[in-house]
């Protein structure tokens, strides 16, 4: 940010300043009644609106009285919405929202007829919430507004905006907002009155030319043990099997690679050369991750053969995509299977051994949802709760959510 404006910063204002500067600036095209923001509280001003504003804490409604709101509300009671149509006599004209869940319907209900509701909040969005339509009979309209977006797909319109904000501020018709600037040193101070919402208008991180910042040397991983086994199920192909070259990149000489198909499967002769290369044995398992027995079996026999496993990464899965209406119990299992009975089999059947790791490759899906894939998010959502049961128990257990990766094996088809 400071690198952006730096160049072309307000005459008279500094760069940690500039940097407080509310990007909200640029997104208030409408009336405003109700706001969000000390950026939006600036423009309701200039364009001679009345403005409503809740906020969440004492702290912050004493914030916005002193910076002049004639009302503020407590947005974590739904009761604001009541409150207002009293204060206005009917409703506003413009709700700008950031609030979440229940609020936002209460936030249409504070609206008059023909008006318009601005969400800036993007967690119901990309939740997927439903929203209910009865407020809507009053020829009500719904904006969502990105800004980031705004920045990335129209560019020109972005920076057209930020020159009339820029163009405000040097001529004093928007203030600053309050902010507080750390030093670069306390970073994790900054970050954390964000996470917990300690913060009155914005936080800036600053460099100072005197005081040095501290850098943490990467702690070095330890190699892993070139007498253990490493048992990746799904090891095959894709992600697990990208994940056998790096533990062998790693020092691991010892692969159980399990996957329905063994070395059947299309990418496992070349894998199975590159290990074998750089002096690895990986071994391919043609084996179901849900068949306890030969699970079990491979998990003895590699103790029975001095190389115990001393790390399981938990890779394998089976799609079958679909809306939920075309889903049969029989289309669920298959999907769960794979990823569901084969962690708690592997769960199960290490618990003698004496791992350093225990990983499962759990999805983005599980937090955000995916579309045709519930049975998958459920799945990946299993694995994740799984892992905390295990660290919860002392044990080793990591469930990493990977976004969407392109592996030579992730074709669209797949
Ligand atoms: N690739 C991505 O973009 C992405 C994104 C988020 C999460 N992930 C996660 O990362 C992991 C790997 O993904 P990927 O895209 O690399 O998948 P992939 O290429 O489709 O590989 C899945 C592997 O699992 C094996 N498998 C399926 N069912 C099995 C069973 N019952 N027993 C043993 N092996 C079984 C398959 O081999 P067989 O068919 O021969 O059994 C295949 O080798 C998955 O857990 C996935 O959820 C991947």
């Not at 919430?129 to 009979?137: A, C, D, E, I």
């Not at 797909?153 to 907002?177: C, K, N």
């Not at 044995?281 to 001095?306: P, Y």
């Not at 899965?317 to 999907?335: C, K």
Request: with cysteine; aromatic share 4%.
């Amino acid at each position: 940010m400071l690198t952006d404006v730096s160049d072309d910063l307000p005459r008279g204002l500094r760069p940690t300043t500039t940097t407080s500067i509310p990007k909200d600036c640029h997104a208030s095209p409408f009336d405003l009644r109700l706001q969000v923001g000390g950026g939006s509280l600036r423009y309701a001003r200039h364009i001679g609106a009345r403005v409503i504003a809740t906020a969440g804490s004492p702290a912050k409604r004493d914030l916005l009285r002193a910076l002049g709101v004639e009302h503020v509300l407590n947005s974590r009671d739904l009761s604001f919405a009541h409150d207002v149509r009293k204060l206005t006599g009917g409703g506003v004209d413009v709700v700008l929202n950031s609030l979440a869940g229940e609020a936002i319907g209460r936030g249409l209900e504070c609206l008059r007829l023909g008006d318009r509701f601005v969400e800036l909040g993007k967690r119901d969005i990309y939740a997927n919430s439903p929203l209910l339509l009865r407020p809507f009979r009053n020829n009500l309209s719904y904006h969502a507004v990105d800004i980031t977006r705004l920045i990335a797909d129209t560019p020109a319109e972005a920076a057209a905006a930020f020159a009339t904000v820029t163009g405000r501020i040097t001529d004093g018709t928007y203030r600053p907002l309050p902010h507080r600037a750390y030093l670069a040193g306390r970073v994790a101070e900054a970050l954390s009155s964000l996470r917990h919402s300690r913060h009155l208008g914005k936080v800036v991180v600053t460099f100072s030319g005197t005081e040095p910042v501290e850098v943490h040397q990467r702690a070095d991983h330890a190699p892993l043990d070139p007498a253990a086994t490493y048992l990746i199920s799904g090891g095959l192909s894709g992600l697990g099997a990208a994940t056998a070259r790096h533990l062998v990149d790693r020092g691991a000489r010892h692969l159980a690679l399990i996957g329905r198909r063994g070395a059947g499967s299309p990418e496992a002769s070349a894998l199975l050369e590159d290990l074998d290369r750089q002096g690895a044995d990986a071994v391919a398992h043609a084996a179901d991750v849900t068949d306890r027995q030969v699970i079990t079996r491979i998990v003895r026999e590699a103790a029975e053969q001095g190389r115990p496993v001393r790390g399981i990464v938990h890779a394998a899965m089976q799609l079958d995509d679909a809306p939920l209406d075309e889903l049969t119990p029989d289309r669920i299992r298959r999907v769960l299977a794979a990823k569901v009975h084969g962690a708690r089999i592997l769960d199960e059947v290490s618990r003698d051994c004496e791992l350093d790791f225990f990983v499962a490759y759990s999805s983005v899906a599980a937090l955000v949802g995916n579309l045709h894939q519930a049975p998958y998010a459920a799945a990946n959502l299993y694995l994740e709760s799984l892992m905390r049961r295990r660290r919860a128990e002392g044990r080793p257990g990591l469930a990493l959510a990977w976004g969407g990766i392109s592996t030579p094996a992730t074709s669209p088809a797949r």
